[in-house]
């Protein structure tokens, strides 16, 4: 079973490019979201979405895109990046909204320049 | 409104002492509480959790927890420490509302684990 896969696993931007971070669920779960994980913050929502064709935005969604056109799939893309989304990304997903018993991917760590 | 604090940032024990990693809440509903483990350079894995029904929460590895309403917590323990236990770990509320910008989900800061032979 693969779970929650992540690409890549590391990525290294100069500031102002953009990229997409992949995130694809084999557990046919309607939830997935995908959060950033900063030292001493714990981690904090981007965006998330309850089904094919529905996202919504979480704590932290300024230069971040999702959009959600298969069950399976994910991604999350960065407009133009910052220093200051240098970060642990992670995508999560579940059976259903609101259960809490969420998957992660093994994250992806990406620095900006 | 949800929030969750963790109160250690670091504990550290010795292997085979007990492990208390303490967590206190602030939900407006009646709240779900989860506990996650995130070993180094891996993504989080549900520990345990507690939905309303046992007070006493019995999860993986040895782990449990306690709901404890009078008190707005929900510690986690386990009575002999191992070197594998060495992690981090994250105390999380849920109220089951639907929206909002937390995604129903509020995760503490983390408290993180060393295991000392």
């Known amino acids: 079973n693969a779970g929650v896969t992540q690409t890549p696993k590391f990525q290294v931007l100069k500031t102002g490019q953009s990229m997409t971070l992949q995130c694809a669920q084999d557990m046919n779960h309607e939830y997935m979201s995908w959060y950033r994980q900063d030292p001493g913050m714990g981690l904090r929502l981007i965006h998330y979405?309850?089904?094919?064709?529905?996202?919504d935005q979480g704590e932290v969604p300024n230069g971040y895109n999702v959009s959600r056109s298969t069950t399976e799939d994910f991604p999350l893309r960065l407009l133009s990046a910052a220093p200051s989304q240098t970060s642990v990304y992670f995508c999560a997903s579940s059976y259903a909204f609101g259960t809490g018993e969420l998957f992660f991917g093994e994250g992806s760590r990406l620095t900006v320049l | 409104a949800q929030s969750v604090t963790q109160l250690d940032s670091h504990v550290s024990v010795s292997e085979g002492t007990p492990v208390l990693l303490r967590c206190n809440y602030s939900s407006s509903y009646s709240p779900s509480l989860f506990w996650y483990v995130q070993h180094p350079n891996k993504g989080l894995q549900l520990l345990l959790k507690?939905?309303?029904?046992?007070?006493l929460v019995k999860g993986i590895n040895g782990f449990e927890a306690e709901f404890k309403k009078s008190e707005t917590s929900f510690h986690l323990t386990k009575p002999s420490a191992h070197m594998s236990d060495a992690a981090e770990y994250f105390c999380?509320?849920?109220?089951?509302?639907?929206?909002?910008?937390?995604?129903?989900?509020?995760f503490g800061k983390g408290t993180k684990l060393s295991v000392k032979p």
């Open positions: 979405s309850v089904g094919a064709g529905i996202t």
């Open positions: 999380v509320v849920s109220d089951g509302r639907y929206g909002g910008s937390q995604g129903n989900l509020i």
């Open positions: 507690y939905t309303s029904a046992a007070t």
